[in-house]
């Protein structure tokens, strides 16, 4: 009884400390060395501020490209959030802006509701409309909290760069910003995020993320005739089935069998999202940013919501088809392994890719992907693959996973007849079956990269 007692007023006690512990913080905030107590405040907000930032991957776009000197020279790093990255659109170049809180270059002299009403709503202070290149279609979702704690980072977090961003200059009529306020009637979502009663606290944490911070559907939604992602949530048929931006497309996310994630498990595309290698499937493309900059640093729990979020939403948009024990394949193996293969581009695999990816299309575990049954390759589009075949890539260098692995670039080695011939092989080959890649196919792709 007397014990008890004693724990009811000590927790008083120490509730009444935490609410002052607040108050104070309130009170000082924007002087964080008033007192110990509310610097500490401070600073576990700062810290989260910084994991909500790597999970919108605000320095991924807001960090210019690493520069070098001159051509053989190292690259050197550009400060992060510095702005200066030219993202390309259907309608031109647009460079991100400087958000370190520089007070002349940055967004040191927005207040709180500047910040929060430029990331939800597009809208700068001064009513400089924003070009939905940054996600705020998406970032509308973001709590309140959640957007405190970002504001915290941003001001107290980040070093100032006293630097200009370079202008955007776009042609007429797309440098008229202050028509972007009809496109952001007709098509930017304006409230946040609402959890699902009906689903547990896992989906909602899981649909929250991928909604909402991470932006997912900025690459993985296909885009309408107005640019807009053809819808924000699972209430949308055609929301996250898969689309293509910068000439790179990005996978279909439901559960489609072919090229979705169907045949993928939780813990493969946990591990895919942490250390670049889930199952022998390897991010390329505008994925291994996302993963290097965002995703990997992610905590066990966020990870797994997001993937129970992804593995919930209905096989939608379905492309392509796998069969694992089809007879066929063993008999293409076999007839690849003894060199009489007679269909084109099965010598051109041979020649140039079994190196690494294996005859049987299985890859090498930790190092190349395996081709069969991939859902990538598999994909109704094939413009992500023409562009890996043109430029090459890497795997993603990430803190727990395995070494960075190089995939050669073949534009000055395959002409399109054969890059079209070695895809369209490597999608009907081991089982797999997708729609065959034409030399129309790889030429425009070739010609828009001007590669
Ligand atoms: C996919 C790329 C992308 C991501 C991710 C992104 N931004 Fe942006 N952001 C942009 C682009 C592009 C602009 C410039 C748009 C323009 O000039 O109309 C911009 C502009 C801004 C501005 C307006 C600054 C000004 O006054 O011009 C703010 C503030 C901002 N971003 C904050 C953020 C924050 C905070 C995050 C992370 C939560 C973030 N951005 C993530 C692309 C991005
Ligand atoms: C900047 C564009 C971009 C963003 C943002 C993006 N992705 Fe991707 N993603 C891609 C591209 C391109 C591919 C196809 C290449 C590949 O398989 O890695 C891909 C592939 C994937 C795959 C593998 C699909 C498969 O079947 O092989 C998963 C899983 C994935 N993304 C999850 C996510 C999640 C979750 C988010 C949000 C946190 C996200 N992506 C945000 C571009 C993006
Ligand atoms: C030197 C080893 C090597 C060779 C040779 C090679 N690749 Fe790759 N390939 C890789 C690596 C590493 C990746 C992952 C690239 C990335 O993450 O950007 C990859 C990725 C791919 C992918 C995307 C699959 C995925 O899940 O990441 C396809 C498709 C592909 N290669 C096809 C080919 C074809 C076709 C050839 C022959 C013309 C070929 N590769 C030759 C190493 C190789």
Redesign the pocket.
Known sequence: MKHDLFHSVSFAIAAACALAITATANAAAGDATANTASASTDAAQVARGAYLAKAADCAGCHTAAPRVAHPGAAPVATPPFAGGLGIGSPFGTIYTSNITPDPQYGIGRYSYDDFARAVREGIAPGGKRLYPAMPYPSFAKITDDDMHALYAYFMHGVQPVAVPAPPTRLPFPFNQRWVLMFWDWVFAPKSQFKADPKRDAQWNRGAYLVQSLGHCGACHTPRGPGYEERGYDGSASAYLTGGTNDHWFAANLTGDEGSGLGRSSATDIVAFLRNGHGDG?????SM?QVVEDSTQYLNDDDLAAIAAYLKSLPPRAPSGYFNARSSAAQQTVQALKTGDVERPGAG??AS??A???QMDGAGVPQ???R?AG?P??LSASSVS?VR??VEG????HTESGPKP????S?AGK?TDTEMAR??TF?RNTWGNTARPVTRNDVSSVRDALHK
Do not use: D
């Open positions: 499937l390897i991010p390329f493309g291994v051109i695999y140039y890719c190196r690494c990816h190092k190349y992907p081709l991939n990538a390759v693959l890996l075949l890539g890497s795997s993603p692995r190089k995939m050669p073949f395959l070695v895809l490597v």
